[in-house]
């Protein structure tokens, strides 16, 4: 392939959106990064809204009350009214899932985390495939945001940050964790396998 084949090939690459996120107070000294600062969002729905979007009033009716949502973007825009807030933990009462902040040296690792989690659900239901991820960046470097399944031994949901660190090891590295509880106390990674 020529050198013009390769940049015509290459323009037909897809790349996952990418968010800005602010940084927090989470911070890893081995790699000098800080995490994205987490928001929360209490979300007041009302009939209105919901069509507003262009739902059936049957779906609207059972979308009407108050929502909760997590995310890295105090700019991202949602239905209702509320707004975000800095958030240091998970609230219990919240009925989330657990969260999952992990630091990527590039922005090619963090597309083949995202894309090896997609494969994980090839021919999911759509109950099965309720994780969500996305992409984000800050001055420090790339992250993605996922929940995950909050495990019954767990004391409720956790907030998770993770990183890849230099390691003197076969491997070369090592995973650096940081897990925070629904009461906002850090917790040993180690008791959590990390």
């Known amino acids: 392939m020529n050198k013009k084949d390769n940049e015509a ?12 996120a602010v940084s927090g107070s989470i911070y890893c000294k081995d790699i000098g990064v800080h995490f994205p600062k987490l ?4 979300v007041n729905l009302t009939m209105e809204h919901i ?13 009407v009350g108050t929502h909760i949502y997590y995310g890295l973007d ?22 989330w899932e657990s969260i999952v902040i992990r630091h990527h040296s590039n922005h ?10 997609g494969d ?18 800050t001055d420090d470097g790339i992250f993605t945001f996922r929940t995950i399944p909050t495990r019954p031994e767990w004391i409720g949901p956790l907030l998770i940050y993770i990183a890849d660190i230099p390691a003197n ?26």
Do not use: C
């Not at 090619?108 to 989690?117: E, G, I, Q, R, V």
């Open 74 to 95: 105090p700019n991202q825009l949602f239905a209702g009214d509320g707004s975000w807030q800095a958030a240091a933990s998970i609230s219990e009462g919240d009925g």
């Open 39 to 42: 928001y929360r969002a209490q």
């Open 169 to 194: 090891n076969p491997f070369g590295w090592d995973i650096w964790a940081t897990i925070i509880g629904p009461n906002g106390e850090h917790l040993n990674p180690k008791d959590f396998g990390l």
């Open 120 to 137: 994980g659900f090839i021919g999911a239901t759509e109950d099965e495939y309720d994780y969500t991820s996305h992409l984000f960046q």
């Open 108 to 117: 090619d690792k963090a597309k083949s985390y995202l894309d090896s989690l």
């Open 9 to 20: 090939a290459m323009g037909n690459v897809i790349k996952f959106p990418v968010k800005r």
């Open 51 to 63: 069509l507003d979007f262009g739902a059936s009033a049957e779906v609207a009716s059972s979308e």
